[in-house]
């Protein structure tokens, strides 16, 4: 009670002190434009990103949307740009991800499910919590490496989508496994309690419960994932994608190509309409990012709680 | 003279090296109501969670003793802990529904245990929300999500998706602890209706409902059972000096 009256003690006191409220004191001048310009300054460092983006949009669309037509996604690789098209690339990314996606899910839930609900929280799991933390920065060039030696060379599959998938994979596995770990532990202890005090084993438990929570976090993780694996170029070229293609792929073991790499390929080439060809595939490549993101966006609105 | 539901005999429990229970020697009756009291801390939960062995679920625990459920020690090898848990049912302190409709979370129970006729399950919700005094205020919309129920109407709905799986014993851990006074009085009324058919063990931290609604008291300290009585003879003659000093609010 004390405090609060000299609390308002000083509120009546300087309210009757009018020059509180007039403009020009010093010291608030200076804290008012301090403020300012720390406005100011944090608006610039937004506008920057925001500004670089326009501009790369802009230059990509104004010399990317007049090729962009359905010549350009029908066509196959050719030498001549009238007739170059991303068929075969957009068939291959579709390829590449319809193996990754349920491999991931798969085995990167499994993880998840068996880190978070039947390991013992002991030095293991801390141990493998790390490992994989880890493995989700190593560089993607280096899972290239790794699926040269491992599925192309030793398993023999070759430049096939398959050594292509199973690389795409491995890269992408930690950061499924990390987001569904995250997303299974958020699931409140008290769920599981009830669910397992009315005679529930863990299994049902997990079926029942933990993964209808869990499933909008696990879900929006994978997509996201995925769509990195989309854009990835560097450990595609590694084992051996191949930059041109005029077929698209028939089975797991045909040799493909990717929309990323036709991309980097026509940058690379001499003729000056192959880098408008290249503008339209990012425009392409783009537009399936921006939908994956649009799709992990809507189902977090749709099941939040 | 009732029957014994359960029969504690030398039960120690540790947490890693903390003593949690000492050497408990209890009966409980069947078709009752046995409230555990005792200030915070003193192993009640710890001692409910015993006799469905939700304390397997902690690590480092380590227990000893005997806890039989019809001659049955529950702690021995071949006892399914799934098919105790059916026969001993508990409701929690905060309500935890299932963020699933009012009408799946009490089919829940019945549904891990392999029942799928619809008819079946029908019969079960209605009775079971009945059982709970819910049904009226819920009948007409069982499809409704549960987590948008009150605090009270979720704990009785918790109260009747325990009750949907039969069980013969129901542990409550502070199950009012959580809610306003109606709610509060509205479940102490179907406790009072749930001895009838159900023995209720039930943890409080307010020694006025554990005298209105028990009819066995027994009064928890540092892991030990201090004393175990008749409800009307421990709060009006208590045998221990311990006792008396909490039951009229001198320490705890
Ligand atoms: N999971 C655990 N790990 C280690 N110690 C625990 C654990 N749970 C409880 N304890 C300890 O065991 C003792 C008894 O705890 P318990 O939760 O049974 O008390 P309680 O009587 O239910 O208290 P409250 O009235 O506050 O709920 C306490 O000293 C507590 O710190
Ligand atoms: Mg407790």
């Known amino acids: 009670m004390a405090t609060q009256d000299t609390f308002e003690g000083k509120n009546t006191s300087s309210l009757s002190d009018e020059s509180a409220f007039q403009k020009g004191s010093a010291r608030v001048t200076y804290r008012r434009f301090k403020n300012k310009s720390a406005h100011a300054l944090f608006l610039g460092a937004t506008l920057i990103g925001v500004v670089i983006l326009a501009i790369l949009l802009y230059d990509i669309f104004q010399r990317g949307l007049p090729y962009l037509n359905s010549d350009f996604i029908q066509n196959f690789a050719s030498r001549r740009p009238s007739q170059a098209g991303i068929q075969a690339a957009l068939w291959g990314s579709i390829w590449v991800i319809a193996v990754t996606a349920p491999l991931t899910f798969v085995i990167g839930v499994a993880s998840a499910i068996y880190l978070e609900e039947y390991s013992q929280k002991g030095f293991l799991y801390r141990f493998i919590q790390l490992s994989i933390g880890n493995l989700a920065g190593v560089p993607s060039i280096v899972f290239g490496m790794l699926g040269l030696t491992i599925f192309v060379r030793q398993l023999a599959l070759g430049r096939s989508v398959l050594a292509g998938a199973l690389t795409m994979t491995l890269l992408i596995l930690p950061i499924v496994i990390v987001s569904a770990r995250e997303a299974i532990a958020s699931v409140p202890n008290a769920l599981r309690h009830a669910s397992l005090a009315m005679g529930a084993t863990r299994w049902q438990t997990i079926r029942q419960v933990v993964l209808p929570y869990s499933l909008p976090g696990i879900l929006t993780g994978t997509i996201l994932a995925l769509s990195r694996a989309i854009g990835e170029t560097a450990p595609l070229i590694m084992v051996g994608a191949v930059t041109y293609v005029a077929f698209n792929p028939t089975s797991l073991m045909d040799e493909f190509t990717v929309l990323p790499i036709q991309i980097y390929n026509w940058m690379g080439q001499p003729k000056e309409e192959f880098q408008y060809l290249a503008a339209a595939g990012i425009i392409v490549l783009l537009a399936i990012l921006l939908s994956m993101n649009a799709i992990a966006i809507y189902l977090r609105n749709k099941f939040q709680r | ?252």
Not at chain 2, 32 to 52: E, H, M, Y
Not at chain 2, 71 to 96: C, H, S, T, W
Not at chain 2, 172 to 194: F, G, N
């Open chain 2, 1 to 252: 003279m009732k029957h014994h539901a359960i029969s504690v005999q030398d039960l120690n429990l540790y947490y890693g090296d903390k003593h949690a229970l000492k050497d408990i020697k209890i009966d409980i009756e069947e078709k009752s109501v046995t409230a555990l009291i005792g200030p915070s801390g003193c192993g009640k939960s710890t001692f409910l969670r015993t006799l469905n062995r939700m304390n397997d679920l902690i690590s480092g625990v380590k227990i000893s003793g005997v806890i039989n459920v019809h001659d049955q020690n529950i702690y021995d090898n071949e006892v399914e802990v799934e098919m105790l848990r059916k026969q001993i049912g508990m409701v929690f302190q905060a309500p935890n529904p299932f963020p699933k409709s009012i009408y799946d979370n009490v089919a829940y129970g019945p549904r891990i245990h392999g029942m799928r006729n619809k008819n079946e399950l029908d019969q079960i919700v209605e009775k079971s929300l009945r059982g709970a005094a819910l049904w009226d205020e819920v009948k007409d919309r069982l499809k409704d999500r549960a987590t948008g129920l009150s605090g009270g109407q979720q704990q009785r709905l918790c109260i009747a998706r325990a009750l949907a799986v039969e069980p013969e014993i129901l542990l409550m851990d502070e199950p009012t602890s959580a809610l306003d006074p109606i709610s509060t009085a509205k479940i102490e009324e179907l406790v009072q209706e749930l001895k009838q058919n159900y023995t209720i063990v039930i943890v409080t931290h307010n020694m006025q409902q554990a005298a209105r609604i028990s009819d066995k008291t027994a009064f928890f300290l540092n892991g030990d059972l201090i004393e175990y009585n008749d409800t009307d003879t421990l709060f009006s003659n208590p045998e221990d000096q311990k006792t008396e000093d909490y039951i009229t609010g001198r320490f705890g």
